[in-house]
């Protein structure tokens, strides 16, 4: 499985951001796909899922309503579109897949395959 994050960059406030992460290496839709970050001193969490199959979403309360996730299963690539950004939004950002059967969408310990990771700093 490889995992490939692009679209990271620096940001003011209130600005938006897309990340893309491209799938390979397995059967793209079989599983869940899953954005989540880590800020400097804390530990990862979970931003946003998505179902590879039906297309079902699920998202972190803090970012409700300003954050998209999406997919291209013609591309195997999963999408994270940032709107209204703020400092606080500031982190390496990851996709994640393998996602463990019974484990919660946003769950950091529920995956096993994830990239390398994206910085996003909002200033």
């Known amino acids: 499985v490889q995992l490939v994050e692009s679209g990271g960059g620096s940001v003011q406030a209130g600005r938006s951001l897309s990340l893309s992460c491209a799938a390979s290496?397995?059967?793209?839709?079989?599983?869940?796909m899953g954005w989540f970050r880590q800020a400097s001193g804390k530990e990862r969490e979970g931003v946003a899922a998505i179902y590879t199959i039906g297309g079902g979403t699920v998202y972190a309360d803090s970012v409700k309503g300003r954050f998209t996730i999406s997919q291209d299963s013609a591309k195997n690539t999963v999408y994270l579109q940032m709107n209204s950004l703020k400092p606080q939004n500031t982190a390496m950002y990851y996709c994640?897949?393998?996602?463990?059967?019974?484990?919660?969408?946003?769950?950091?310990?529920?995956?096993?395959?994830w990239g390398q990771g994206t910085q996003v700093t909002v200033s």
């Open positions: 290496g397995y059967t793209y839709n079989t599983n869940c």
């Open positions: 994640a897949t393998n996602k463990r059967p019974g484990a919660g969408a946003l769950s950091v310990a529920g995956y096993n395959a």
